[in-house]
């Protein structure tokens, strides 16, 4: 009998909502591989904080009516989020309100002097290492100074197939780093000529390995929540199950929930550049409820740990 996927359950605690904000559509680096859209400048950022700050607590207030009392906040690249002038005062606002952990993802381009001003905005950081335009050194110097700072620090590498011994050097590179922050790599899917058949099964090997260096000692305890997000439970048709791991799913081409009942709405939202609440994967959403999955392919690896099972 052939083994297959029939529920996914991801291991996110129940009374957390992810939510994912993308506030500006500038960007000041130009990768190829950059996801069409991510840095067109036609929004730009929001104009009025304060407006601004309203619609994420009306949003969050929703959410606690079914039991979501912990927001984990990811202000996301895609745009670069240092950019927009007001993201200190939006975190500020925001932790005032409600019970907000934020994660800001940025590509650390910003001075060593930015990082200074601001790190205490922040609860944990992920630095995207992108090749084509990102200065080695300075990367480093940023990650070793919020790894100082006691900021949970991780550093994202985006594997680019056409330069991939300039990627793989990069990480050599970091592992020389002063502080042993957590690296990472990341595939690059769903962008023009991208997808995972373009890389080698020896490149896909080194990718689905994609822990390079964890923290020592107590410090590895604070990346645990992040594990426990990026994973989940996967049962089979057999009867088994076995726990994915942030690539499994996708590597073992088990991403196919076409019809499947998808728990989207109610474990992680979006909050695009225009201000629209929508899911990651572009599905319409149901207000607070499941939605049935009219997608071939869940391309983004985060979604695919989202509950959902067989219907
Ligand atoms: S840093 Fe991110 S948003 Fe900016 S161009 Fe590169 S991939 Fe696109
Ligand atoms: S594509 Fe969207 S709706 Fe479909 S399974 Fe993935 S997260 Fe759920």
Redesign the pocket.
């Given at each position: 009998m052939k083994k297959f996927p029939i529920k996914i359950v991801s291991t996110q605690d129940q009374d957390l909502l992810q939510v994912r904000f993308f506030p500006t559509d500038i960007c000041n680096f130009n990768c190829s591989y950059c996801f069409p859209g991510s840095h067109d400048g036609k929004f730009r950022y929001p104009k009025d904080l304060e407006s601004t700050l309203i619609n994420f607590r009306n949003v969050f207030d929703q959410y606690k009516q079914i039991g979501k009392t912990k927001f984990h906040l990811t202000i996301s690249g895609g745009g670069e989020p240092t950019l927009w002038p007001k993201l200190e005062d939006f975190c500020k606002g925001l932790k005032e309100s409600h019970n907000v952990f934020i994660t800001l993802v940025s590509n650390g381009s910003r001075t060593l002097e930015w990082w200074k001003n601001n790190y205490h905005y922040f609860d944990d950081v992920t630095l995207s290492f992108h090749h084509e335009y990102a200065n080695i050194q300075h990367h480093c110097d940023v990650a070793d100074f919020l790894y100082e700072k006691e900021l949970k620090v991780t550093t994202l590498v985006l594997m680019d197939f056409k330069n991939w011994d300039k990627c793989v050097h990069s990480i050599d590179t970091m592992l020389a780093s002063k502080y042993p922050w957590y690296i990472q790599t990341k595939e690059i899917v769903d962008a023009p000529g991208h997808g995972m058949d373009v890389y080698s099964e020896q490149q896909k090997k080194y990718i689905d390995d994609s822990i390079k260096r964890i923290p020592a000692g107590d410090r590895l305890l604070k990346q645990l929540n992040d594990i426990k997000i990026h994973q989940s439970v996967v049962l089979f048709n057999d009867n088994t199950a076995e726990v994915a791991r942030p690539h499994t799913v996708i590597l073992n081409n088990w991403n196919q929930?076409q019809g499947?009942q998808?728990m989207?709405g109610l474990e992680s939202i979006v909050i695009t550049h225009d201000g629209l609440v929508n899911?990651?994967?572009g599905?319409k959403l149901n207000g607070i409820e499941p939605?049935i999955?009219p997608?071939t392919d869940?391309t983004c690896q985060p979604?695919?740990h989202?509950t959902?099972c067989i219907i």
């Open positions: 929930f499947w998808c989207i899911s990651s994967c599905v939605v999955c997608k869940c979604d695919t989202i959902k």
